[in-house]
């Protein structure tokens, strides 16, 4: 059974234009994506492509003016706002991508600990914070004390204490040095093999491979193709869609090569399929049908011409 | 021109010191990477040649002459958490233009879609926001920049992309730039010359 299934998100947000009429800006949209237990789901992909509000949409965070639809099951159950409110921080613990999420006026070991947590949980987490190169006195600090990379490790260290099974982790390893970052990484590896689901949203493609069971790649609000670890090799010639060929072929220790344009603008999407205006294999076809996701070679893919 | 960092050393209150006689040079034209462990100070090191923070000791010369205090700092920064280097009450716009009239062609570069000069910081992803931070950084009258993990946010494409508007430009203008990432695969691609941290740290 899954732990967390989502079908046909659909995330907007209204806006005010000049003439004070609202509209509806659709940022997410026919997104589906789910994660077992013991799994590790790696989410990669453009920036802007709606990888964060996902996480939000699980969490139940959105700003007041996003409304969602869709369907998000946690536990063979529906998720609505009040499941999300009871779930949140204790079944679901989320690792916020900006480290502003730490409180400012709290010290950094208060804040990581569970109220009334006990000698065991103290223990536990001076155990993390010195598997995470986090000294002792990093307790005793505000977060306006913190480099980058040390609050980065102080938000980890709150997710991972708290005990949830479904663990979010948006951009968890940016500003890490090398051993840190894989450190942190083998621990998800480890809570996952307790059998716990990690969802790791990462722009670090290659350090991500070496612990995900699989990678869901997103591009201007939704999923383009759902790929095993071991698609992402070689040239990408075993990847489905030709933007995770592009992504993957943009990395610097592989050819560095970007590709021209931009990714559409919310609310701004192309009639047909969302790469079409980028893509070196569009044909005429491309942009006037919406491909759906369909199942090929084990994976999923959003491309019509995909074989 | 030369931007050259001489015998500075800093310490936050009265922690260890970061650092005490760090010595470095960089050379207008030239891509310099600088890597190392996190929280030692490379941030530190980084707002103290962009003017942001005062050294305890030393001086940053740029040919020779202290830096300007008033003014267009010719050395710029982009920081590695984008939300924490703009005002969240300001429009995006007004947040480009801080920094004097934008390039058409560099927010074209770069990738920067002229509808979202209407948001609000808080409306953009975490890499939309540092293209506004990069564009904002290249000013006309710079002539150093001092990259701080600054596209680690940043999905590949779009790194690839920044990264090659960022090396034409300064190839363009001359410019000397600093790059300080824990990648050693952008490194490798980019720099010229490495410089490990703890090489230069007394
Ligand atoms: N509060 C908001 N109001 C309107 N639009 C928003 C809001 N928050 C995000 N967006 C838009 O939704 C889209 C998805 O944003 P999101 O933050 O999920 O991207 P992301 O995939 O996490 O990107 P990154 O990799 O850069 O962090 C972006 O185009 C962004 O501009
Ligand atoms: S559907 Fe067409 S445009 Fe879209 S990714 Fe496939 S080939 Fe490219
Ligand atoms: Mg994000």
Known sequence: MCKLEVENLSVSFSHYDRGLRQQMVEVIHGLSLSIKAGQIVAVVGSSGSGKSLLAHAIMGILPGNAVMAGR?????ETLNAQRQATLRGKEMALVPQSVNYLDPLMRVGQQVRIPGADQVQAAQQRNLFERYGLEPGVEQLYPFQLSGGMARRVLLSTATLSGASL????????????????????HFRELADEGRSILLITHDIESALTVADKVAVFYAGTTVEIAAAEDFAGHGERLRHPYSRALWNALPQNQFQPIPGAQPLPGQLPDGCVFAPRCPAASAECSEIKPDMRKLRGGMVRCIHAS | MRLEAKKLGYRYANDAWLFRKFDLSLQQGETVGLVGPSGRGKTTLARILAGYDTPLEGTVMLDGQPLPKRGYHPVQLVFQHPEEAVNPRWRIGRILNEGGQPDPFLLQELGIDQGWLERWPGELSGGELQRFCVARALGPQTRFLIADEMTTMLDAVSQAQVWHSV????????????????????????????????????
Do not use: F, M
């Not at chain 1, 979010?168 to 083998?186: V, Y």
């Not at chain 2, 190839?171 to 941290?197: A, F, T």
């Open chain 1, 167 to 186: 663990i979010i982790a948006d951009e968890p390893t940016p500003g890490l040095h090398h051993e840190a970052a894989r450190e942190t990484l083998l």
């Open chain 2, 167 to 202: 090396l034409a430009i300064a190839k363009q203008r001359n410019l000397g730039l600093l790059v300080i990432s824990h990648e050693p695969s952008l490194i490798r691609r980019l720099c010229d010359r490495v410089i490990e941290w703890e090489s230069l740290v007394h």
């Open chain 1, 72 to 76: 998000i099951c946690y536990g063979g």
